[in-house]
Nanobody, 120 residues
Framework: QVQLVESGGGLVQPGESLRLSCAAS????????MGWYRQAPGKQRELVAS???????NYADSVKGRFTISKDNAKNTVYLQMNSLKPEDTAVYYC??????????????WGQGTQVTVSS
């Protein structure tokens, strides 16, 4: 059974930083890509950033230059360093793992979500 466990959310003031972590556990053979999505109240879930096993990254325009995604392949863990946070970054952040190969085949997984609130 593969699980994604997120940590690092919280309440911060505008301009401050947070670091999110997401660890995939279970008997995992490989993961094609991992990423972070977010969903604000009344809005659709959107991609924030993603990273492939090879290290290729993709960012939403709204976070370029402020957020950095990184990973530790050996630990099946992905990180999201969020700097210069703005109130509009407030959302529930979800970790995603794409094409996870395990004993039961290949599929994607989602974490349970972690709340990030940016407010003065």
């Amino acid at each position: 059974q593969v699980q994604l466990v997120e940590s690092g959310g919280g309440l911060v003031q505008p301009g401050e930083s947070l670091r999110l972590s997401c660890a995939a556990s279970g008997t995992i053979f490989s993961i094609k890509a991992m990423g972070w999505y977010r969903q604000a109240p009344g809005k659709q879930r959107e991609l924030v950033a993603s990273i492939t096993t090879g290290g290729s990254t993709n960012y939403a325009d709204s976070v370029k230059g402020r957020f950095t995604i990184s990973k530790d392949n050996a630990k099946n863990t992905v990180y999201l360093q969020m700097n210069s946070l703005k109130p509009e970054d407030t959302a529930v952040y979800y970790c995603n793992a794409d094409q996870v190969w395990s004993a039961t085949g290949s599929r994607g997984y989602w974490g349970q979500g972690t709340q990030v609130t940016v407010s003065s």
